[in-house]
Each structure stands twice: as structure tokens, then as C-alpha cells.
T-cell receptor, first 116, second 114 residues
Framework: AQTVTQSQPEMSVQEAETVTLSCTYDTSESDYYLFWYKQPPSRQMILVIR????KQQNATENRFSVNFQKAAKSFSLKISDSQLGDAAMYFC?????????????WGLGTSLAVNP | DTEVTQTPKHLVMGMTNKKSLKCEQH?????MYWYKQKAKKPPELMFVYSYEKLSINESVPSRFSPECPNSSLLNLHLHALQPEDSALYLC?????????????FGQGTRLTVV
């Protein structure tokens, strides 16, 4: 069975600085997706970034980028130029591509505070 | 339109009440999901509908009854709930037939059972 581990329950960053959130996972599969979701106090779960396991290139979305190390099963999220609106709970998630599996495997989350 | 709309946003119900949560999306997604989320925890999958048919039930108690009347709507009927069922209930949808299948989430219904 697949598992996702986020080892940092809480983190903080100064506004305009860079922060990296860690995520490791365990799987025996070779094809899968990895996601970072953000959940601010407004409660809506918002997709931040997606990485396909077969792609070697790290995904980037504006100030958000990932460091995907497939052999090490590591998928960290880097937030550059942090903004107050980045304060939220961040969840790392895994989805298998096997069969018709629609289930997301979630990490426990990292609560990010952004200090002005 | 990339929205998943959930109503109501807040709900307080007694243990003998019957209520329903509603979810709507107009993105043409044929997979729809119900999740339960406790504070500071990740979402827990409850049900998955694929092409309006229930495809996954994660051993959810029968006091939760899902319904998918059409491809845009998803309901969760609640009856005889317990206080421990108080949580945020999230609806999500995704495409089914392509590899690009990230889920889009609604803002959730904050349910309190008294």
C-alpha cells in the first residue's frame, strides 16, 4: 500500500522569503501522480501543483516549484517570495495510475504561517 | 466555470434530524467524490461516483447515504448522525477519461451534530 509522509507539522516563513515543505512517499508503482494542495482558512482545497512521475522535469507554477526525486521518493514544494496569502495548510497527495483508481493518498499536512 | 458549489456552507442538526448536503459542478466531470475532514487532518474519502454510479464506498456507516441524480449533482443524505460526525464535508469532481485528473474541490459544508 502507498503512504505519504509530511514530516513538518508546522512551519513559518518571513514574507518575501523562500520556504520548502517536504514530502516523501512509498510505492512500488512506477507510474503515478503527485500533488500539492493548499487549504487556507476559507476551507477550499486548491491544487497548487501537479507532477507526473514519468516526467523528469520538475513542475513549476509561478512562485511554486517542486523538487521531484523519483529514486528517493521525495516531492518537496518550494514557495518563493512568500506572501501573506500563502498562509495555509499544505497537503501532499499521491494518486496511482493503476486501473481505474480514483483514490488520493494524503499526507498529514504542514501548517504554514507567513510572518509580515 | 471551474467551480464546485456546495450548499449549505454551515449546518447544525440534531441527532434525530434528516438533512441533505448538495454539490454541483458544471465542468463536465464524470467522477464526483464526498470527503469528510476533521480539523487539521487530511480529507478522508467516503464515496466516489463514476458516470453517476457508486464505484467506491469506503465502509461508510449507513446513516450517510449518497445520491447522484445526474452528472452535475451529488447529494449526501444524513440521518441519525452522531456528534462525532461533526466535521467539514468536502465535495470534489474530476475528469475520468484523461490522464489529467486532478480533483477540484468545493468550499465544504461545516456540519455540527448536537
Amino acid at each position: 500500500a502507498q503512504t505519504v509522509t509530511q514530516s513538518q507539522p508546522e512551519m513559518s516563513v518571513q514574507e518575501a522569503e523562500t520556504v520548502t515543505l517536504s514530502c516523501t512517499y512509498d510505492t512500488s508503482e512506477s507510474d503515478y501522480y503527485l500533488f500539492w494542495y493548499k487549504q487556507p482558512p476559507s476551507r477550499q482545497m486548491i491544487l497548487v501543483i501537479r507532477q507526473e512521475a514519468y516526467k523528469q522535469q520538475n513542475a513549476t507554477e509561478n512562485r511554486f516549484s517542486v523538487n521531484f526525486q523519483k529514486a528517493a521518493k521525495s516531492f518537496s514544494l518550494k514557495i518563493s517570495d512568500s506572501q501573506l496569502g500563502d498562509a495555509a495548510m499544505y497537503f501532499c497527495a499521491y494518486r496511482s495510475l493503476a486501473g481505474n483508481n480514483r483514490k488520493l493518498i494524503w499526507g498529514l499536512g504542514t501548517s504554514l504561517a507567513v510572518n509580515p | 466555470d471551474t467551480e464546485v458549489t456546495q450548499t449549505p456552507k454551515h449546518l447544525v442538526m440534531g441527532m434525530t434530524n434528516k438533512k441533505s448536503l448538495k454539490c454541483e459542478q458544471h465542468m463536465g466531470h464524470r467522477a464526483m467524490y464526498w470527503y469528510k475532514q476533521k480539523a487539521k487532518k487530511p480529507p478522508e474519502l467516503m464515496f466516489v461516483y463514476s458516470y453517476e454510479k457508486l464505484s467506491i464506498n469506503e465502509s461508510v456507516p449507513s446513516r450517510f447515504s449518497p445520491e447522484c441524480p445526474n452528472s452535475s449533482l451529488l447529494n449526501l443524505h444524513l440521518h441519525a448522525l452522531q456528534p462525532e460526525d461533526s466535521a467539514l464535508y468536502l465535495c470534489a469532481s474530476s475528469r475520468l477519461r484523461t490522464a489529467n485528473t486532478e480533483a477540484f474541490f468545493g468550499q465544504g459544508t461545516r456540519l455540527t451534530v448536537v
